[in-house]
């Protein structure tokens, strides 16, 4: 998650998480690319039908940075407040469509979705020959399989969630926030400095923020 918006969901509990299509509808974004936009409207809509354009994206992941290519604030939520309006797809949903907007075209064979019950099952087919591989796995190691990111979306790796909710903080469980993602700099003048002030800074908001919420705040380390 982007930090603003993380900062603005701590502040008061009736603010939800706004997706990319409320967002535009509320002209809350003024230059995003509209052709873009119609793309992921079109993608939405062709796979989840109706709702498409309600839901909001996560992932499964077992405990690592998350997919910081998406902003520097992996949000953990709740089992209880998702677990009843969750899907999981095996990959990201625009893996299973072709063409541009508006001729789009969607190929997703049977055995791609999952619900709570049945994401450890879907997990578990995507990953077997991997699995089968090696017969030691630990915790870490089977969070990176499972969910990857280098800081581009191109080459993340992941299980797409799709919540059916209006989440909140109350949702929230723990937040995992990698502060060199913020503003990454490796200059050691004044920008440098100044940049790793604001990310020391930010960490100090974060905590602030979640104060009187009980949230797990930790810094994690950016994968080499």
Aim: glycine share 6%; with cysteine; aromatic share 10%.
């Amino acid at each position: 998650m982007r930090f603003g918006s993380l900062i603005n969901i701590l502040q008061d509990k009736r603010i939800r998480y706004t997706n990319l299509h409320d967002n535009l509808r509320a002209e809350a974004i003024m230059d995003y690319d509209p052709e873009l936009a119609a793309k992921r409207r079109g993608v939405d809509n062709l796979v989840f039908g109706a709702d498409g354009e309600r839901l909001n994206y996560g992932a499964i992941n077992l405990g690592n940075i998350g997919l910081f290519s998406y902003g520097p604030a992996c949000v953990f939520l709740k089992v209880d407040a998702i677990k009843d309006t969750v899907s999981f797809l095996e990959e990201n949903s625009f893996y299973y469509t072709k063409g541009s907007w508006p001729v789009l075209s969607i190929n997703m064979p049977s055995g791609v979705r999952a619900l709570w019950p049945t994401a450890s099952t879907l997990t578990l087919v995507k990953h077997h020959n991997d699995l089968i591989r090696s017969k030691r796995w630990s915790n870490s190691k089977l969070a990176d399989l499972i969910l990857y990111s280098a800081g581009d979306k191109k080459t993340d790796r992941f299980i797409e969630a799709q919540i059916y909710h209006p989440i909140t903080v109350r949702d929230f469980r723990k937040i995992l926030f990698e502060p060199a993602s913020l503003r990454p700099t490796s200059t050691g003048s004044l920008i440098g400095r100044t940049s790793a002030h604001d990310r020391e800074l930010s960490l100090e908001l974060l905590k602030l923020y979640t104060k009187g919420h009980s949230i797990t705040v930790k810094v994690a380390k950016k994968r080499k």
